[in-house]
Nanobody, 123 residues
Framework: QLQLVESGGGLVQAGGSLRLSCAAS????????MGWFRQAPWKEREFVAA????????YYADSVKGRFTISRDNAKNTVYLQMNSLKPEDTAVYYC????????????????WGQGTQVTVSS
């Protein structure tokens, strides 16, 4: 069974940067479409970013486009989310996700989930 473990969350001032990591348990990591979601207090979990199995195609929510970058290292079974120019509204628990295809992952159809890592951005 696929297991995902996030790390790298923390407290940062507005305008700062943070890099999240997600380590997958399986050597077949490269077969999964990977992505990131986030959930702020009192809000539903929302899509943030995704990338193809090869890492060649990326997809971003409008709210983070130009500021966040998703990437993967299949040799290390790890996906990353580089977050720059952070805003207070980026404050949320960030979750790593894995799916069979990009469209299904973005729609949250049968995704695998990590445990989440807290990101707090102060104003």
């Amino acid at each position: 069974q696929l297991q995902l473990v996030e790390s790298g969350g923390g407290l940062v001032q507005a305008g700062g940067s943070l890099r999240l990591s997600c380590a997958a348990s399986e050597h077949a990591f490269s077969r999964y479409t990977m992505g990131w979601f986030r959930q702020a207090p009192w809000k539903e979990r929302e899509f943030v970013a995704a990338l193809s199995r090869s890492g060649g195609d990326t997809y971003y929510a409008d709210s983070v486009k130009g500021r966040f970058t998703i990437s993967r290292d299949n040799a290390k079974n790890t996906v990353y989310l580089q977050m720059n120019s952070l805003k207070p509204e980026d404050t949320a628990v960030y979750y790593c996700a894995a799916g069979a295809a990009v469209v299904g992952l973005i729609r949250n159809l049968n995704n695998y989930w990590g445990q989440g890592t807290q990101v707090t951005v102060s104003s």
